[in-house]
């Protein structure tokens, strides 16, 4: 098993900045990809970015591309989102995800642990 506890969600106004964290437990020796989902209310979870077992290889959803960055410290099992110029529609529950498997384009089918969420409200 994989345990994942994420941290850092909040409150913040439009054009400013968060960074999510999120730790990892457990297993990890098994995972190969990291990834970051977001579910905004009555609306499907929806892939935001992921990153590589090294770190050397991303993934961006077209919408968050040139405003959000993915990196990862292996010393520490974090996997961190670096979110700049945070618009209204970036509010939702931000989910850290990890699949056994080595697909960056994943989809939530993929994810074989799910964290138990942070929440991300941007402010006008």
């Known amino acids: 098993q994989v345990q994942l506890v994420e941290s850092g969600g909040g409150l913040v106004q439009a054009g400013g900045s968060l960074r999510l964290s999120c730790a990892a437990s457990?297993?990890?020796?098994?995972?190969?990809?990291m990834a970051w989902f977001r579910q905004a209310p009555g609306k499907e979870r929806e892939f935001v970015a992921a990153?590589?077992?090294?770190?050397?290889?991303?993934y961006y959803a077209d919408s968050v591309k040139g405003r959000i960055t993915i990196s990862r410290d292996n010393a520490k099992n974090t996997v961190y989102l670096q979110m700049n110029s945070l618009k209204l529609e970036d509010t939702a529950v931000y989910y850290c995800?990890?699949?056994?498997?080595?697909?960056?384009?994943?989809?939530?089918?993929?994810?074989?642990?799910w964290g138990q969420g942070t929440q991300v409200t941007v402010s006008s």
């Open positions: 457990g297993r990890i020796f098994s995972i190969n990809v």
């Open positions: 990153i590589s077992r090294s770190g050397g290889s991303t």
């Open positions: 995800a990890a699949s056994r498997i080595g697909l960056l384009a994943m989809t939530r089918y993929d994810v074989d642990y």
